[in-house]
Protein backbone atom coordinates (compact mmCIF):
# COMPACT_ATOMS: atom_id res chain seq x y z
CA UNK A 1 0.00 0.00 0.00
CA UNK A 2 1.52 3.18 -0.90
CA UNK A 3 0.95 6.68 1.30
CA UNK A 4 0.43 10.41 -0.29
CA UNK A 5 1.93 12.28 2.30
CA UNK A 6 0.32 16.50 2.43
CA UNK A 7 3.85 17.94 2.83
CA UNK A 8 5.61 18.86 -0.10
CA UNK A 9 9.41 19.91 1.43
CA UNK A 10 8.15 19.12 5.39
CA UNK A 11 6.54 17.00 7.68
CA UNK A 12 3.27 17.88 8.83
CA UNK A 13 2.43 16.40 12.40
CA UNK A 14 -0.65 14.82 11.80
CA UNK A 15 -1.47 11.26 11.95
CA UNK A 16 -4.78 11.11 10.40
CA UNK A 17 -5.23 9.46 6.92
CA UNK A 18 -7.70 9.06 4.24
CA UNK A 19 -8.63 7.22 1.06
CA UNK A 20 -8.49 8.69 -2.39
CA UNK A 21 -12.09 9.49 -2.90
CA UNK A 22 -12.04 11.83 -0.11
CA UNK A 23 -8.61 13.18 -0.91
CA UNK A 24 -10.10 13.67 -4.48
CA UNK A 25 -12.93 15.09 -2.63
CA UNK A 26 -10.74 17.69 -0.87
CA UNK A 27 -9.00 18.70 -4.12
CA UNK A 28 -12.16 19.37 -5.94
CA UNK A 29 -13.00 21.97 -2.93
CA UNK A 30 -10.00 23.74 -2.55
CA UNK A 31 -9.64 23.91 -6.75
CA UNK A 32 -13.46 25.83 -6.48
CA UNK A 33 -12.26 28.15 -4.47
CA UNK A 34 -9.24 29.27 -6.49
CA UNK A 35 -8.37 31.28 -9.51
CA UNK A 36 -6.37 30.33 -12.48
CA UNK A 37 -5.16 32.52 -15.11
CA UNK A 38 -7.30 33.00 -18.24
CA UNK A 39 -6.79 30.63 -20.75
CA UNK A 40 -4.60 28.33 -18.15
CA UNK A 41 -4.64 24.97 -18.34
CA UNK A 42 -7.86 23.67 -15.74
CA UNK A 43 -7.25 21.83 -12.68
CA UNK A 44 -6.20 18.24 -12.85
CA UNK A 45 -7.68 16.89 -10.28
CA UNK A 46 -6.05 14.31 -8.11
CA UNK A 47 -4.35 11.28 -9.67
CA UNK A 48 -6.20 8.12 -9.41
CA UNK A 49 -3.62 5.31 -7.71
CA UNK A 50 -2.95 2.34 -9.29
CA UNK A 51 -2.76 0.64 -5.74
CA UNK A 52 -4.93 1.17 -2.92
CA UNK A 53 -3.33 4.25 -1.30
CA UNK A 54 -3.89 6.17 2.02
CA UNK A 55 -3.64 9.83 1.96
CA UNK A 56 -2.58 12.18 4.44
CA UNK A 57 -5.56 14.45 5.63
CA UNK A 58 -4.70 17.65 4.12
CA UNK A 59 -2.88 16.59 0.78
CA UNK A 60 -6.18 17.34 -1.59
CA UNK A 61 -5.42 20.74 -0.59
CA UNK A 62 -2.06 21.44 -0.51
CA UNK A 63 -1.84 19.90 -4.07
CA UNK A 64 -4.76 21.88 -5.63
CA UNK A 65 -3.04 25.11 -4.08
CA UNK A 66 0.47 23.81 -5.43
CA UNK A 67 -0.95 23.60 -8.68
CA UNK A 68 -2.30 27.17 -8.77
CA UNK A 69 0.77 28.16 -7.81
CA UNK A 70 2.72 26.62 -10.32
CA UNK A 71 -0.06 28.24 -13.09
CA UNK A 72 -0.21 31.57 -11.40
CA UNK A 73 4.11 31.20 -12.36
CA UNK A 74 3.50 30.90 -15.56
CA UNK A 75 1.50 33.28 -16.33
CA UNK A 76 3.78 36.16 -14.83
CA UNK A 77 6.96 33.91 -16.82
CA UNK A 78 5.15 34.44 -19.68
CA UNK A 79 3.91 37.74 -19.32
CA UNK A 80 6.13 39.39 -17.62
CA UNK A 81 8.29 40.98 -20.57
CA UNK A 82 5.85 41.82 -22.76
CA UNK A 83 1.88 42.52 -20.85
CA UNK A 84 2.59 44.58 -17.56
CA UNK A 85 -0.93 44.32 -16.92
CA UNK A 86 -1.12 40.12 -17.06
CA UNK A 87 2.37 40.79 -15.05
CA UNK A 88 0.67 42.30 -12.29
CA UNK A 89 -2.03 40.82 -11.82
CA UNK A 90 0.28 37.15 -11.33
CA UNK A 91 2.79 38.80 -9.13
CA UNK A 92 -0.32 40.02 -7.05
CA UNK A 93 -1.75 36.33 -6.73
CA UNK A 94 1.59 34.80 -6.40
CA UNK A 95 1.41 37.31 -2.82
CA UNK A 96 -1.69 35.56 -1.74
CA UNK A 97 0.81 32.67 -1.44
CA UNK A 98 2.11 32.52 2.14
CA UNK A 99 -1.17 32.62 3.65
CA UNK A 100 -1.85 29.59 2.06
CA UNK A 101 -1.93 25.96 3.54
CA UNK A 102 0.70 24.54 1.23
CA UNK A 103 3.32 27.38 2.50
CA UNK A 104 2.61 26.67 5.90
CA UNK A 105 5.04 25.43 8.59
CA UNK A 106 3.06 22.06 8.67
CA UNK A 107 3.81 21.26 4.78
CA UNK A 108 6.65 23.62 3.63
CA UNK A 109 10.31 23.66 5.54
CA UNK A 110 11.51 27.17 6.04
CA UNK A 111 14.32 26.89 3.51
CA UNK A 112 11.24 26.66 1.09
CA UNK A 113 9.14 29.74 2.04
CA UNK A 114 12.72 31.83 1.94
CA UNK A 115 13.25 31.06 -0.81
CA UNK A 116 9.94 31.91 -2.42
CA UNK A 117 9.91 34.92 -0.71
CA UNK A 118 13.54 35.55 -2.76
CA UNK A 119 11.89 34.34 -5.67
CA UNK A 120 8.72 37.36 -4.86
CA UNK A 121 11.26 39.95 -4.43
CA UNK A 122 13.59 38.73 -7.41
CA UNK A 123 10.08 38.84 -9.80
CA UNK A 124 9.37 42.52 -8.64
CA UNK A 125 12.76 43.75 -9.97
CA UNK A 126 11.61 42.06 -13.02
CA UNK A 127 13.71 39.02 -12.87
CA UNK A 128 12.62 35.77 -13.60
CA UNK A 129 15.00 33.47 -12.51
CA UNK A 130 13.85 32.24 -9.38
CA UNK A 131 10.33 31.36 -10.45
CA UNK A 132 11.75 29.98 -13.66
CA UNK A 133 14.12 27.51 -11.62
CA UNK A 134 11.08 26.50 -9.41
CA UNK A 135 8.93 26.34 -12.13
CA UNK A 136 10.86 24.42 -14.26
CA UNK A 137 12.19 21.89 -11.46
CA UNK A 138 8.63 21.54 -9.70
CA UNK A 139 6.03 22.34 -11.98
CA UNK A 140 7.05 20.71 -15.31
CA UNK A 141 5.71 16.92 -15.42
CA UNK A 142 7.80 14.77 -17.67
CA UNK A 143 6.30 14.69 -21.31
CA UNK A 144 4.41 18.33 -20.59
CA UNK A 145 5.34 20.96 -22.41
CA UNK A 146 6.25 24.27 -20.73
Not at 11 to 21: A, I, K, L, Q, R
Not at 49 to 66: E, F, I, M, R, W
Request: aromatic share 10%; charged share 25%; glycine share 10%.
Amino acid sequence: MGVMAAGLAGCSESNEFTGYDKAAAEYRDAAGDLTLPQGAKPFPGLPEPKQKTSYQNGVGLVTAQYFWRCSWEKEWLDSQGSDKTRAGKALAELKKSPSMDFMSKDHLDDTGRSMFTEYMDKAELGDPSGFQQHYSANCIMPGQSQ
